[in-house]
């Protein structure tokens, strides 16, 4: 007699954890009066058309800042047009060359970069790249409110990196982590340059040598503004080296990332739990799910501690914990982790939509690996009815719509006919695959965690988060790079 090997096929589960890259978006000018769109915005755009005309440098100011409000309130699309706006008038309002009109292309290739247009973002970013670059050797865009040559050192060598980083996560995004390796290495290069300016450009400060200082120059020390800065690119060239499988440069990369950034930040901060986030991920990566765990622990620990119990957050470090149970075989707290995610994510999303369904359809899944199927049909029905009314309610599209309609369709056939083995190998195999397209690289946005307390994982081992820095950039008289 012919026996058939036993196949066995994964279900369908939580999206797993990504890596996070730094936003380099808000990086190139912190000058803007508020992102908050509000119609003193628009009124103060219209007074100023009137009273100074429309080229004027306050009215590209005026735009470009209701188009970060834009981005703030989620309006992509409205941001688009203020920035599109921005750069004409730009263009008309500022001599050839001046770095400006390359802040507001960085600001349009953010844009493009949101909605996943990705060779316009690459375009905008690179001609940016360029009047930055251009901007060292001629300096005839200059005047007197530009500051001292110090100060505009250390200004051209931030933008500059930072529209190299911009780069760097657009090629990261379209999985061209080569590209992406040369960007983040040429932006750490650019980053560690601007941190010696600062220091010279700190020493002039405080001389009290400056006439007139940007508010951003002025607004606090420059050598710790670029060397935060400098934590960032280590980030993301670690979180390069985890995709590309060299984990060693990934946590010597990461542990020099998060020894800077406590010493600059402290341990509560939001940057160092990004850092944290991304150790976790690569352990996740690696297999290490007990590291992962560890690390994402310490996520969710700052989260409630930076931002309350029942921030959306919360819910987002909660998919990525249960992702971890899942991978280990913790099935129940795997459960638990994605109700509690369920349930703060209805109170801000409301029961009904895609985000809770998604997450009904995960519980679903890990009741059916068990082989509790009546609580696996009680989730996936629920997840189904979402999404079968989800275009009728605005709640998505209808292709989206009906890729999970048909995905977890197919998971609910496998819970009711187990038995027939050719439809329940045919329907492991579609449900997978409509599953892995569906939630694609990872959770995305899903994915910001915070702040970690003590500490750093290497290479497996826990070692003190007091770990000795192997690049100490700068220091109040030196600067190494």
Avoid at 285 to 307: H, T
Wanted: aromatic fraction near 8%; proline fraction near 2%; charge should be negative.
């Amino acid at each position: 007699m012919f026996f058939r090997p036993a196949i066995t096929f994964e279900r369908p589960g939580t999206p797993a954890p990504s890596f996070i890259l730094t936003d380099t978006s808000s990086t190139l000018d912190n000058n803007a009066p508020t992102t908050i769109l509000s119609r003193s915005l628009d009124a103060r755009l219209k007074n100023l058309q009137k009273s100074v005309g429309e080229d004027h440098p306050d009215v590209v100011h005026t735009l470009s800042s209701l188009g970060d409000a834009c981005i703030t309130n989620g309006d992509s699309d409205e941001a688009m047009q203020y920035y599109t706006q921005a750069l004409d008038v730009t263009k008309r309002a500022f001599p050839k060359g001046h770095p400006q009109v390359a802040d507001i292309l960085c600001s349009i290739g953010n844009v493009s970069m949101k909605l996943s247009m990705f060779a316009r973002s690459k375009s905008n970013f690179s001609a940016a790249l360029k009047i930055y670059r251009e901007a060292f050797t001629d300096r005839s865009w200059t005047s007197s409110s530009d500051g001292i040559v110090q100060q505009v050192d250390y200004m051209l060598h931030h933008k500059t990196a930072s529209a190299l980083a911009s780069l760097g996560s657009v090629a990261f995004q379209e999985k061209n982590y080569s590209a992406a390796d040369k960007l983040f290495q040429d932006a750490l290069l650019d980053s560690k340059r601007a941190a010696v300016a600062g220091v010279a450009l700190d020493r002039i400060k405080a001389r009290g040598s400056i006439v007139k200082l940007s508010s951003k120059a002025g607004s606090s020390s420059s050598l710790k503004e670029a060397r935060i800065f400098v934590t960032e690119m280590f980030n993301n060239v670690a979180s390069v080296c985890a995709e590309r499988g060299h984990k060693s440069a990934a946590i010597k990369n990461y542990n020099n990332a998060l020894a800077l950034q406590m010493q600059e930040l402290g341990e509560d901060h939001i940057s160092v739990a990004c850092t944290l986030h991304n150790i976790g991920t690569m352990h996740y990566r690696s297999g290490e799910y007990q590291f992962a765990l560890k690390s994402y622990k310490q996520v969710l620990k700052m989260r409630r501690y930076l931002f309350g119990n029942e921030d959306y957050s919360i819910a987002e470090c909660l998919l990525n914990i249960a992702a971890v149970h899942e991978k280990a075989d913790e099935v129940d707290r795997g459960v638990s982790a994605l109700n509690a995610a369920y349930r703060i994510t209805a109170k801000h999303h409301g029961a009904q939509c895609m985000q809770c369904a998604d997450i009904q359809a995960c519980v679903g899944s890990l009741y059916a690996r068990t082989g509790r199927d009546a609580l696996a049909l009680e989730y996936y029905e629920k997840a189904l009815a979402t999404y079968t009314r989800a275009p009728q309610l605005g709640l998505s599209t209808s292709s989206d719509s009906d890729d999970k309609v048909k995905a977890i369709n197919y998971s609910i056939n496998l819970v009711k006919n187990g038995d027939e083995e050719e439809e329940t190998m045919a329907g492991f195999m579609s449900a997978t695959e409509a599953w892995s397209k569906i939630f694609g690289n990872g959770c995305g946005s899903m994915c910001i965690p915070d702040d970690s307390h003590t500490q750093v994982w290497n290479d497996g081992d826990i070692v003190a988060s007091s770990l000795k820095r192997e690049h100490d950039l700068a220091s109040p008289t030196t600067v190494t790079v």
